[in-house]
């Protein structure tokens, strides 16, 4: 399975926005932080909020929030929410043309490993990206730590 670049860049827009936790942040900083299409993101960005997984405040002090904590963001449904077609094969649709489908073990095959894909995305959260890998992403990203006493106890 290959999940598309819409997905990926869904991801990669909320992990940004987790790392910087309560700071707005924009559409042309993601896209600079990854180095992709801006106006890629602008239709990422319009719908995870539409989803509900974050916040667009326009205007002079807006920027982009998530809107739940990154405990309660799922991976399962957010790949669900942002995958338009599961279907891994022609048989998976409506438009099915196989000649061999009424006798083919194929589908019922692949809709139980998808089935089991899924079920591993949906016992992880957009906080299991970050966890310890936090500070590297940081680090990767240029970013200051917007939480550094809470990153390091040592602070």
């Keep these: 399975m290959h999940l598309t670049r819409y997905t990926d860049y869904s991801l990669r827009v909320l992990i ?3 790392i910087r936790g ?22 990422v960005v319009q719908d995870l909020n539409h989803r509900g997984y974050i916040t667009a405040i326009r205007g002079k002090h807006g920027g982009l929030l998530l809107r739940r904590a990154p405990a309660d963001i799922c991976l399962g449904a957010l790949v669900r929410d942002t995958e338009r077609d599961l279907g891994l094969v022609e048989c998976f649709g409506d ?5 061999i489908t009424p006798s083919c073990r194929l ?31 940081i680090q990767l990203l240029h970013l200051e730590d917007p939480l550094p006493d809470a990153a390091d106890p040592q602070a």
């Design 16 to 18: 940004y926005l987790a």
């Design 95 to 99: 438009d099915n043309d196989c000649v």
């Design 22 to 43: 309560e700071e707005r942040s924009t559409i042309t900083e993601i896209a600079e932080r990854f180095a992709i299409s801006r106006n890629h993101l602008m239709k």
């Design 107 to 137: 589908k019922p095959i692949l809709a139980e490993a998808l089935a089991a894909f899924l079920g591993v995305l949906d016992r992880y959260t957009l906080a299991d990206l970050l966890g310890p890998q936090r500070t590297g992403l």
